[in-house]
Every structure is written in structure tokens, then in C-alpha cells.
């Protein structure tokens, strides 16, 4: 079993939907948790980062940190055709050096 | 100010030839990362590096090699390469705790696309 799940997706709205995107995870010890967003053949770069549980709003994204259940949660507000990309959450405990990744969601915003 | 650059973008071999990714940052980073992209996969760590003159094994080292001679630098070796390395290969940089606000965040470079026939 994997880390990290996340649902591949595709997933297609109109513009204006409001966007769920969501990962689980199985190991308790993750603490630092991220959203990062990477459009067709690019590198993926940081749209979101949080540290244990809660909320954190930035614009149109907001992220949300349950560890009593293992989920995480980025909202897309208003979403705009630009806003198609992969979407990769992404997770680290206390001491490690690198991420754990899930497989990401594949966003696509119809005009 | 480039960020992190990969050379090259893309890259066809022959199974068995060998080859070298090159990876540079020009951010002052300490950590220094591999990643693998494949469908379905997500990204996978292959190897990493916390400073000049040390490497060590990710999620899926094998088959693959590689050094740190300058800080600025990180190469990715396939000493053999097979079909299942057909992937895009992502380098990745980020501060250490020691160097300010650490949050892990990684600094991805735009990718090489290497296929292995």
C-alpha cells in the first residue's frame, strides 16, 4: 500500500466550479504537508504549504490539514481555465529530508 | 537567476548504453534531490543529497547512480539502461534547516525525458 493516495483523476469542471482535490495518507508521522501544481510538461512548483492541522487561505486555494483522519484537502475557488494542471499533494514527517508524493489529480477547467 | 536547470531535455538510448543527467541550482541549496515521473506513479525519490560529498538511496535507487562534487551540482547516472528507466527524470533543490525558514519545499527543474528502447 502506498503512503500517500490520491485519486488520478482526470477531473473536469466548468469555470467558476468550486474544486475538491483530497489525498490520504497512512503514516502518522507527517507534519509538513503541501500542495504543488505543475502544468503539461513543466516542473511541479509549491502552490500551498501547511504545517500540522487546520486551514490556511491563499486567494482562490485553500488548504485543509485532518491528521486524527489521515486527509488533506485543496479547494479551488472560482476556478479558471488556467488553473488546468496537475495537482500533486505532497508530505514529509519531523527529520526526513525528502517528500513523499501521491500520484496527483489531473484538473482540467472548461471554459 | 535560473533556478534549477536539467541537461539535457531529452534523451533516446539504446538499451545497455549508459549516460549522465546533469543537474544545477544556483540557490545556494544544501539538499539536493532525483525524482522519477511515471503515469499512475506519481513522483518517486531515486537518490539525494544533503551536501557537497554525500548521496544517498530514495524509494528506487537501483540501476542508478549518483555524485556530488560541487554543491551546485548533482549528476544522475544509468551505468546500463534498460526499458523500465523510460521515465521523466525531475532534479529538485531546497534549503536545509540550517539555512533560515526551512519549510522542505523543493524547487523542481523542468524535467528530462528520457526513453530507453
Known amino acids: 500500500q502506498k503512503e500517500v493516495e490520491q485519486d488520478p483523476g482526470p477531473l473536469s469542471v466548468p469555470e467558476g466550479a468550486i474544486v475538491s482535490l483530497n489525498c490520504t495518507y497512512s503514516?502518522?508521522?507527517?507534519?509538513?504537508f503541501m500542495w504543488y501544481r505543475q502544468y503539461s510538461r513543466k516542473g511541479p512548483e509549491l502552490l500551498m504549504y501547511t504545517y500540522s492541522s487546520g486551514n490556511k487561505e491563499d486567494g482562490r486555494f485553500t488548504a485543509q490539514v485532518d491528521k486524527s483522519s489521515k486527509y488533506i484537502s485543496l479547494f479551488i475557488r472560482d476556478s479558471q481555465p488556467s488553473d488546468s494542471a496537475t495537482y500533486l499533494c505532497?508530505?514529509?514527517?519531523?527529520?526526513?529530508?525528502?517528500?513523499?508524493f501521491g500520484s496527483g489529480t489531473r484538473l482540467q477547467v472548461q471554459p | 537567476n535560473a533556478g534549477v536547470t536539467q541537461t539535457p531535455k531529452f534523451r533516446v538510448l539504446k538499451t545497455g548504453q549508459s549516460m549522465t543527467l546533469l543537474c544545477a541550482q544556483d540557490m545556494n541549496h544544501e539538499y539536493m534531490y532525483w525524482y522519477r515521473q511515471d503515469p499512475g506513479m506519481g513522483l518517486r525519490l531515486i537518490h539525494y543529497s544533503v551536501g557537497e560529498g554525500t548521496t544517498a538511496k530514495g524509494e528506487v535507487p537501483d540501476g542508478y547512480n549518483v555524485s556530488r562534487l560541487k554543491k551546485q551540482n548533482f549528476l544522475l547516472g544509468l551505468e546500463s539502461a534498460a526499458p523500465s528507466q523510460t521515465s521523466v527524470y525531475f532534479c529538485a533543490s531546497s534549503y536545509s534547516p540550517g539555512q533560515g525558514v526551512y519549510t522542505g519545499e523543493l524547487f523542481f527543474g523542468e524535467g528530462s525525458r528520457l526513453t530507453v528502447l
Open positions: 503514516n502518522s508521522a507527517f507534519q509538513y
Open positions: 505532497a508530505m514529509r514527517g519531523t527529520g526526513r529530508r525528502a517528500l513523499t
